[in-house]
């Protein structure tokens, strides 16, 4: 039924929900899988005057922080036999990187996570969920965490 899946990751337990999840779909329906991370590469704008300095140190860390957590994604995929692709892409929101990156990559599913949160941590942070769900042409599958 689902040939490819795409699981966006942020290196919580959360997004590890998601990841088990996507093993158990992968398996019953022998899909491709594919993990991305998404970094926002502009969130500091407007920050004042040392913002170049604290965006190569930003970007670097998120970097690191991204490999880190496909590192993991990938670990457990290999030893539930699944094969899995792993990518890091930028773009200036998370939900738009997972939604281009989604019709980019020929996935016909999108497995991720929420964090459910609501009231002024949802007003503050927003919903990257809820976004996808909102701007994806694809089906989208949302663990709750």
Do not use: C
């Not at 490819?4 to 996507?22: F, M, N, R």
């Not at 457990?76 to 773009?91: L, M």
């Amino acid at each position: 039924m689902f040939k490819h899946l795409l699981v966006p990751i942020d290196g919580s337990p959360t997004s590890q929900l998601a990841v088990d999840k996507a093993i158990g779909l992968a398996r019953a329906f022998s899909s491709a899988v594919s993990v991305l991370f998404v970094i926002d590469p502009y969130p500091f704008t407007g920050v004042g005057a040392d913002f170049s300095y604290g965006q190569v140190q930003y970007l670097s860390a998120a970097k690191a922080e991204a490999n880190e957590a496909l590192a993991a994604a990938r670990q457990v995929f290999d030893a539930a036999g699944v094969q899995v692709s792993a990518s890091v892409v930028e773009s200036h929101s998370v939900w738009r990187g997972i939604v281009e990156a989604s019709e980019a990559g020929g996935a016909d599913l999108i497995v991720m996570g929420s964090h459910g949160r609501s009231g002024i941590e949802k007003l503050v942070l927003g919903s990257v969920a809820q976004r996808v769900l909102s701007h994806s042409p694809l089906p989208v599958l949302v663990v709750r965490g």
